[in-house]
T-cell receptor
């Protein structure tokens, strides 16, 4: 039973390009959460999705960031026109239900904007 | 908004010494979770505390939840080099159950 799969592990983008981060939840998990971790900081909640629905996007920046979790396929976190300040580790977590006992995180995508 | 204060930010210990990190919340919590993140790694769930005054142990790790359910602590007895990493507490809630608010974390360094 594979864990939460994130790819790519490392992503380098030039300023102004688009970044697409993918997350496949654990088998049987229909809840996906995205968190961002800036260097030397804690994790900040970005968005919570269920299949085809955004449940809570209160942590998403208002511009350039979007997320989806389609009926088929992985969840995608999309960052348009990246800037240096977007450089961070982006972690995805999944759970089978909202009040699950702890969350399983993926290995993360380290985004570097040059 | 919700805030979880975690102290200390950094802790350096000699191998064999004990280590404690503390979390304080401004609100009464339904539960609190603890995670460990190794350098360059991802957060790994350690435990969840639910009951007032609850104490749970995992080998050398002891987790406590305050009587008022507003604070928690993680204590490691006789640290080992494998304990190196950042320890985070996290509280659920906000606008949805799925959202966790993490403390800033305590970065533990263990000197052999």
């Amino acid at each position: 039973n594979a864990g939460v799969m994130q790819n790519p592990r490392h992503l380098v983008r030039r300023r102004g390009q688009e970044a697409r981060l993918r997350c496949s939840p654990m088998k049987g998990h229909s809840h996906v959460y995205w968190y961002r971790q800036l260097p030397e900081e804690g994790l900040k909640f970005m968005v919570y999705l269920q299949k085809e629905n955004i449940i809570d996007e209160s942590g998403m920046p208002k511009e350039r960031f979007s997320a989806e979790f389609p009926k088929e396929g992985p969840s995608i976190l999309r960052i348009q026109q990246v800037v240096r300040g977007d450089s961070a580790a982006y972690f995805c977590a999944s759970s089978p239900k909202t009040d699950a006992y702890g969350y399983t995180f993926g290995s993360g995508t380290r985004l570097t904007v040059v | 908004g919700q805030q979880v204060m975690q102290i200390p930010q950094y802790q350096h210990v000699q191998e064999g010494e004990d280590f404690t990190t503390y979390c304080n919340s401004s609100t009464t919590l339904s539960n609190i979770q603890w995670y460990k993140q190794r350098p360059g790694g991802h957060p790994v769930f350690l435990i969840q505390l639910v009951k007032s005054g609850e104490v749970k142990k995992q080998k050398r790790l002891t987790f406590q939840f305050g009587e008022a359910k507003k604070n928690s602590s993680l204590h490691i007895t006789a640290t080992q080099t494998t304990d190196v990493g950042t320890y985070f507490c996290a509280e659920p809630g906000g606008t949805s159950y799925g959202k966790l608010t993490f403390g800033q974390g305590t970065i533990l360094t263990v000197h052999p």
